[in-house]
């Protein structure tokens, strides 16, 4: 034979060593999420207790909990998700029901996926320009809500779009044969049967605006008591991190990742739900 | 002719459906909401461009060249968070790009069926961490191990004089540039890894096979075969990270040491344009101050719309991230 046993060797070392590489790789990745999710857990249970639940965030040195900024986080992301649903939801249709192949079409899905991966902080700054410095005059909780609202816009439309794309012509055509206008065919069969996968793309969206900090900082702001009020500061569980983390007090470091650790595992958690949810229906 | 009469006379009778009125109604507000995605990034664009203008018109080009941050003195310029991004951008795709490859290889080649859904969902779930838990992570757990086992090896084993020394000069308190791009790096690699992934599952199982066909070892078929087969989405992904480190804010924030002007070495104090932003932005007083940061935010978005714009047109039309 012309292969000589020197080669065969060669190549099968160089397979060896990719092949360790990427099972290494895969290990060192798996190994940064393990540690993460450790520190979380362990420094965010010992920050835990009942008052976290049931008192305000407290100045330093004196008990307290996270209360306010749990029900101004759960209040911002409500308001924002209520908005972005809509929006999304009417936009993902009008690419995929709609647009066609038309130009401006082929625009607003590239805008869409520009949007997508825009920075957060400078949703930050265009919604501040806009509700803070020029329209409401101070921080509020409206405000916030529209920043997170605008990051979540774009992932409902690319789900909605995508999965709407999926639903076979047939079912379009079967409604409208029926003499059913065609926004009634939307609405009532093509929404219907795509129900499963606009929940995930809800969901990741929801995952997605929850731990963002960013646009929060001069938006929501945080606020020190417990408030409902959207058109004052609104306390918030990201920017309480942000601060208390880089504060100089034991106590309120603790809380910071209590803090850390309920948000990081209802991101977790409707992560691996919206996961499961589209899987049942790629099953279905 | 009786025929037509009838079909006429059917046709009048014919209601037309109840609510096809709304059917236009209906077109027009989903193109509206279509639109308003439009108008979001126009608005955006809008706003940093007029709220950023006085500083360009006081500084001009010096805005962009100078290093000089003062909020007291008035005077700034972002060449050193400039500096900051694009160098804690670059040196964290360094470290994240051959991770997420191997990862992306080890889930589409090497990984044994009944383990590829928990992996892959665990690269998933690290990309869904929050980016402000990173940060803390990254400032209290990781920082202080970076300090003892990377950064001060690093300056005591350093020659005197060479480039290794100036780049490893400064406090190894664990943070710093090189401290950033790592945290960084850890963020942005599971967004590569699973749109790679995503990638290779598309390449023909035929592909696949006739290479393996030929005698080709697993490395082989993936350097070699696969992996040009998908290129060009490839480099897309790695532009998709690019554009997602160049953008980040609060994990770069805790760590990168806060300093304005330019880094002298890898384990100086830097800034970003992101984490300047973040810092100051909230009790920037009105004028000069808030228009510099929001100038700032203009030179990101147009570094950043540009990465992005490159990484959509290598992809093409990737699943939803």
Known sequence: MAVSAARVMSRRLANGAFTAFCVLVTLLALAFLAAILTTLIQKGVAGLSVDTFTMNTPAAGSRGGLLNAIIGSVLLCLYAMAIALV??????????????????????????????????ILIGLFVWQIMVANLLHHFSGYAGSVALALIAVPVIARTTEDVLRLQPTSLRESGVALGTPFWTVIRSILWKSASAGILTGGLLAFARISGETAPLLFTALNNQFLSLDMSKEMANLPVLMFNFALSAYDDLQRLAWAAALIVSGSVLGVTVIARLVSREQKQG | MTIAQTDEAQASRRTTPKGAGFDRAFEYLCFSAATMLL?????????????????????????????????????????GPIVGTVVTSVLALAIAVPIAFGVAFFLVEFCPAPLRRPIGTAVELLAGVPS?????????????????????????????????EKLTQGIPNGTGIMAASIILAVMVLPF??????????????????????????????????????????AIGAVMLGLGRALGETMAVTFIIGNSHGFPKSLFDSGSTIASTIANEFAEASPGLHTASLVAAGLVLFIITFAVLTLARLMLGRPRSI
């Open chain 1, 87 to 120: 929006l999304g939801i009417l936009a993902g249709t009008w690419l995929a029901e709609y647009a066609g192949d038309s130009r401006y079409g082929s625009v607003v899905r590239f805008i869409n996926d520009v949007l997508l991966s825009a920075p957060s």
């Open chain 2, 39 to 79: 108008a979001a990034l126009g608005g955006v664009m809008v706003s940093l461009i007029v709220g950023g203008w006085p500083a360009f018109a006081k500084f001009g080009v010096s805005f962009f060249t100078s290093s000089t941050w003062d909020p007291v003195e008035g005077v700034f310029g972002v060449a």
């Open chain 2, 132 to 164: 402000i838990v990173y940060g803390m992570w990254g400032l209290f757990v990781f920082a202080p191990v970076f300090a003892k086992y990377v950064q001060l090896p690093a300056m005591t084993a350093a020659p005197p004089g060479s480039v290794w």
């Open chain 2, 192 to 233: 590569i890894a699973a749109t790679l992934r995503d990638l290779l599952n598309t390449v023909p199982a035929q592909v696949r096979e006739s290479a393996y066909g030929l005698g080709a070892t697993t490395g082989e078929v993936v350097m070699k075969v696969t992996l040009p087969y998908v290129r060009r989405g």
